[in-house]
T-cell receptor
């Protein structure tokens, strides 16, 4: 599975959009981009995934560049409850074997 | 819809005892996964099971750890003769049949403390 690079930490003002970048320059054609987050002392939470096209659900939007070498997770109106570690994962495996890196610690501030 | 249910949430064991962690997947989910998160470390995959089958156990320590997902009942992660280094949060996850399997849903975890 391709390696991902994320900033260690980011801050965002409450009510503003949070844009979390992820680089995955070695991604191959059959690999999906997944985003999960982990709020302190809780289990990880699936957010969204995509292959080529941009995706949107009730939680977030995922923007994948045309060359697929990077992506951005967008939380349109961040709240204090969105403070968490956000993980960008690239994988083609069908075994649920996700490789979690260090992720981005997002701090939403009032 | 109940989520992935894990119990116990917190477990304290003395060195040398056995720990059993249970996981009931979401309704309709037939795939179960176990992950471990050591203090101040990231989540690590341990094992992937379907009913009565171990599909991928590449992340399981070679000794003392075992997992099962019987035809009836919850999945069990069993740790024999626990040591202090086993202290961690153990997360179970499940997914429905179909693709992509990597869309998995985690439980709230079982926190094991070995004293």
């Amino acid at each position: 599975d391709a390696k991902t690079t994320q900033p260690t930490s980011m801050d965002c003002a409450e009510g503003r959009a949070a844009n979390l970048p992820c680089n995955h320059s070695t991604i191959s054609g059959n690999e999906y981009v997944y985003w999960y987050r982990q709020i302190h002392s809780q289990g990880p939470q699936y957010i969204i995934h995509g292959l080529k096209n941009n995706e949107t659900n009730e939680m977030a939007s995922l923007i994948i560049t045309e060359d697929r070498k990077s992506s951005t997770l967008i939380l349109p109106h961040a709240t204090l409850r969105d403070t968490a570690v956000y993980y960008c994962i690239v994988s083609s495996s069908n075994t649920g074997k996700l490789i979690f890196g260090q992720g981005t610690t997002l701090q939403v501030k009032p | 819809n109940a989520g992935v249910m894990q119990n116990p949430r917190h477990l304290v064991r003395r060195r040398g005892q056995e720990a059993r962690l249970r996981c009931s997947p979401m309704k309709g989910h037939s795939h179960v996964y176990w992950y471990r998160q050591l203090p101040e470390e990231g989540l690590k995959f341990m094992v992937y099971l379907q009913k009565e089958n171990i599909i991928d156990e590449s992340g399981m320590p070679k000794e003392r750890f075992s997992a099962e997902f019987p035809k009836e009942g919850p999945s069990i992660l069993r740790i024999q003769q626990v040591v202090r280094g086993d202290s961690a949060a153990y997360f179970c996850a499940s997914s429905p049949p179909g693709r992509p399997v990597n869309t998995i849903y985690f439980g709230e975890g079982s926190w094991l403390t070995v004293v």
